[in-house]
């Protein structure tokens, strides 16, 4: 039987058009959305409210999304949650970097429309 209970999304993201647009777009989907604007703020919701999956991007003010990722592989809980990269870098140290602190996936965002990270995050929550 199918779990009724709504997938838990935390998007971190500082770009307020785009994160507006995710969240509508994974609220038709069926998801629950938990925002965020910076990786401080990220990490404190990310840490509290134990979403299904994560969203996250790298630039962004206060804390980026790296360190922000680093710090959650330290929790416990944070070790396993689920993170795909949504970045406007294509840069590949970054690639590698976000890679190597464990994140399931890694999307340049001019590479991708928002109906498709929705779909590329239900295939991560299925495996």
Same mark, same amino acid.
């Given at each position: 039987m199918e779990n009724?209970?709504?997938?838990? *999304?935390?998007?971190v993201e500082d770009d307020t058009p785009l994160l507006k647009a995710l969240k509508i777009? &994974?609220?038709? @989907? @069926? &998801?629950?959305? *938990?925002?965020?604007?910076d990786g401080k703020e990220g990490l404190n919701t990310a840490l509290e409210k134990h979403p299904d999956i994560i969203l996250l991007d790298i630039i962004m003010p206060v804390m980026d999304g790296i360190t922000m990722l680093q710090k959650l592989r330290e929790d416990p809980w944070g070790k396993k949650v689920g993170v795909i990269i949504l970045t406007n870098l294509s840069d590949s140290e970054k690639v590698v970097e976000a890679l190597n602190a464990g994140?399931?996936?890694? *999307?340049v965002k001019t590479d991708w429309s928002i109906n498709e990270v929705v779909e590329k995050v239900r295939e991560k929550l299925k495996k």
């Open positions: 009724q209970r709504k997938n838990v *999304l935390l998007v777009a &994974f609220e038709d @989907g @069926g &998801f629950s959305v *938990l925002e965020s604007k994140v399931h996936d890694y *999307l």
